[in-house]
């Protein structure tokens, strides 16, 4: 069973600094939830030819999460997730792994 809603699992990963630089640039982009007026903020990574990718701030992005500010210098510590479910085409999401994200595992071997 699938830890993420409508059965969404993860098809690749990358570190932000790797993702990003498949792109010229990175913008915020801020959107308006039409069920219920809430506005949210995505990333765009642009390129100059083609139509931007959209990355969503996953559920491990505290409130009040500035990427002008919180990002620099600590880009070892994002991920971006492209992400596929039942619902919808693959998406992006923007993951922060925390320092408790890897623990080994003693197998007695």
Do not use: R
Not at 8 to 17: D, Q
Not at 56 to 61: D, K, N, V
Not at 76 to 104: G, H, I, R
């Amino acid at each position: 069973m699938s830890q993420f809603k409508n059965n969404a699992h993860i098809v690749n990963s990358w570190s932000l600094a790797s993702f990003a630089k498949q792109f010229t640039a990175v913008k915020e982009a801020q959107f308006v939830n039409k069920d219920t007026a809430e506005v949210f903020t995505k990333l765009a990574f642009c390129k100059e030819d083609n139509a931007p990718v959209f990355v969503q701030y996953g559920q491990s992005i505290p409130e009040g999460f500035d990427p002008k500010v919180d990002l620099k210098g600590h880009l070892d510590q994002y991920k971006v997730l492209e992400m596929a479910n039942d619902v919808k085409d693959q998406y992006y999401v923007l993951a922060k792994e925390s320092d408790s994200a890897w623990q080994t595992i003693d197998l007695g071997i």
